[in-house]
């Protein structure tokens, strides 16, 4: 029996000024119809560029240069190019990384999920718009007649993504592409795509190529698993054979670069450095208080009419109470959305706050005035998601790192120099670094360079958003690795925003659940995501996809998104996407409890959601 789609020696490279790039050399894989083939793989290893030659969406620098691609009997590579746009979209389809830069942002979702309907199979009017919302509802999107006719700045990465989905599957492929679906989506939201998909496929018996870096996806979705190194495939094997004992020393690097509990205090990259100490005096200080955080609230005006009269508020924070001790790691965790960069960025006064107060080691940042405030922003950084757009373009990198010494006047021209050069070595660049652009380096190489920027002005509190999403594996590893060594080293306390729990399990030691604007658990890590209280919590823990094959499914995934906090529910906010819901979660915002070990639970049934 022949495969729905085979690779054959698939070789495609690129042009470049140095000469040939080979890309893909020789990939040879096939998939049958109604599996799911996952292509696992580091950036640049040639995932993405062997999904697009099947295609042959390739950009003009890149061509294929040997190899076959069959698609059901028929060679794609052979076709002409009219022939190979009726296989576009009508036989094979195809869900992109990014759905904001892959949908068009002027044209409304229907009329492009229409667009592709009528091109395919033709129609028009009534019954294919019936069609557009008809594959919307299956998608599971809320309101699917209303949402057809919004734009996609309108809607939610979850609902951009379910809109993609609905636009691969409109004229019923037998193959769908799907090029690392979930990477820019909270653990909730990519739960949800990753069942829709699971659920479509076996509904309409499809071909499904998963491109992804991540080991958790893959095990949740793999029938077969081929790993891609350096444009080759280095371990092709069932899921169940991969997971349980992975054969090439490449993929058992890609699973010791996984941070979790049993990981803490390793290192997931090797033997520490040997610049890395256990601890300092600064560190044993610990139970000092740094950050304390009382009943903060960010609220964001909403104004409407000719005169712009506030109509309403968007409580991204509202009444946020934490603290924070010197050399300690509180992790904030939560839905996109959830309002946790809001947080971040309000305790560091890079925005306005409605109410409360954040004292760092006892000023009231709140009430000083920004003459006051400037001195004492070198004591605490921030090292931004994408450390790309966080970094000026037009600088060299001695400048970047320098550029908060030369704001603040500290130290005389040629110590700054040194503290650069030092800073770099510490962050593991190598000594040319100083004098090249950002664009000359790695995504992990330049949030190496985000870090060193923060630590130039030997700030005590450093707060990283999202640090570490953007990166794949091995790089993930070395920044974790990185963090600790500055924790123990320079008795650092930190602030962890994320949504990967993970990077909680390794490197924290409390956690804080925020859900629409406010902290829902609270406490130390292991109480918290071993034994959470709240079903919100218990919800995050479910979503996640894990590695190991016997892993216990958690009984309840949170559906649907967060509600606007424009207009939070009545009672709890939780209480709209909750299994335990009653009538009082419906009316009355539950208290918080403090618990045994240290636990605060905002939940009218803490006895009852186990």
């Not at 299956?138 to 919004?150: I, K, L, S």
């Not at 409407?304 to 603290?323: E, I, K």
């Not at 409360?356 to 009430?367: C, I, N, P, R």
Request: hydrophobic share 45%; net charge neutral.
């Amino acid at each position: 029996m022949s495969h729905l789609l085979e690779l054959r020696e698939l070789r495609t490279q690129f042009a470049t000024p140095t000469g040939p790039l080979v890309a893909v050399d020789g990939v040879s894989l096939s998939l049958d119809a109604g599996q799911t083939l996952v292509l696992l793989g580091e950036s640049g290893c040639g995932k993405s560029v062997t999904a697009l030659s099947i295609l042959r969406l390739l950009p003009p620098s890149a061509r294929q240069v040997g190899g076959e691609v069959w698609l059901d009997g028929t060679n794609l590579s052979a076709l002409p190019e009219a022939a190979m746009r009726a296989v576009r979209g009508r036989r094979i389809g195809m869900i992109f990384q990014e759905p904001m830069t892959s949908l068009n942002p002027v044209m409304r979702i229907g009329a492009q999920i229409a667009e592709v309907i009528a091109h395919h199979l033709g129609g028009s009017g009534r019954a294919v718009r019936a069609r557009g919302v008809e594959l919307l509802a299956a998608t599971g999107m809320a309101d699917p007649a209303h949402r057809y006719d919004e734009f996609p700045h309108q809607l939610s990465g979850g609902m951009k993504q379910r809109a993609m989905i609905a636009m691969a599957l409109a004229c019923d492929p037998q193959l769908l592409i799907a090029d690392e679906p979930t990477t820019a989506l909270d653990v909730t939201t990519q739960a949800q795509i990753l069942d829709l998909l699971q659920g479509l496929q076996r509904a309409r018996g499809m071909g499904l190529l998963l491109v992804t870096h991540d080991l958790g996806v893959a095990a949740r979705m793999a029938d077969q698993v081929a790993v891609m190194q350096a444009g080759r495939v280095v371990e092709q094997a069932p899921r169940e054979r991969f997971f349980s004992a992975p054969q090439h020393p490449y993929s058992q690097a890609l699973f010791a670069a996984l941070p979790d509990f049993s990981r803490r205090g390793q290192s997931l990259t090797g033997p520490r450095q040997d610049g890395a100490v256990p601890a300092t005096a600064e560190a044993e200080a610990a139970g000092e208080t740094v950050l304390e955080v009382r009943d903060l609230k960010v609220h964001f005006p909403i104004r409407r009419g000719l005169l712009q009269r506030q109509a309403g508020a968007v409580r991204a924070v509202d009444g946020v109470s934490l603290s924070l001790a010197r050399g300690r790691t509180l992790a904030v965790v939560g839905e996109s959305g959830c309002g946790k960069t809001t947080l971040a960025r309000a305790i560091l006064r890079l925005l306005d706050i409605s109410a409360g107060s954040v004292h760092f080691e006892g000023t009231d940042l709140a009430s000083l005035p920004p003459r006051r405030l400037r001195p004492l922003r070198r004591y605490f950084q921030i090292v931004f998601q994408d450390p790309y757009g966080s970094l000026n373009p037009r600088l060299r990198v001695a400048d970047i790192v320098r550029e908060g010494l030369d704001a603040l006047g500290i130290g005389q021209r040629a110590w700054r120099e040194q503290r650069v050069a030092e800073l770099l070595a510490r962050v593991g660049l190598p000594t040319n670094a100083a004098d090249r652009y950002p664009h000359e380096f790695s995504g992990g190489q330049r949030q190496r360079i985000s870090i060193a920027r923060a630590l130039a002005v030997q700030p005590r509190l450093l707060v990283c958003d999202e640090p570490t999403s953007a990166l794949d594996l091995s790089i993930q590893a070395q920044i974790l690795d990185l963090l600790q060594e500055l924790k123990a080293e320079l008795g650092l306390s930190y602030l962890l925003i994320t949504h990967n729990l993970g990077v909680v399990e390794y490197l924290a030691d409390e956690v804080a659940v925020m859900y629409l604007g406010r902290i829902v658990e609270h406490g130390p890590v292991a109480g918290v995501l071993q034994a959470p209280q709240h079903p919100y919590t218990r919800a995050l823990l479910a979503a996640v996809p894990r590695v190991a094959l016997d892993a216990t499914p958690e009984p309840h995934v949170a559906a649907g998104d967060p509600p606007s906090p424009a207009a939070p529910p009545p009672g709890c906010h939780y209480h709209p996407r909750c299994p335990l819901a009653t009538d009082l979660c419906r009316q009355t915002y539950p208290p918080t409890v403090t618990l045994a070990g240290g636990l605060r639970v905002a939940c009218h049934h803490i006895d009852d959601n186990r």
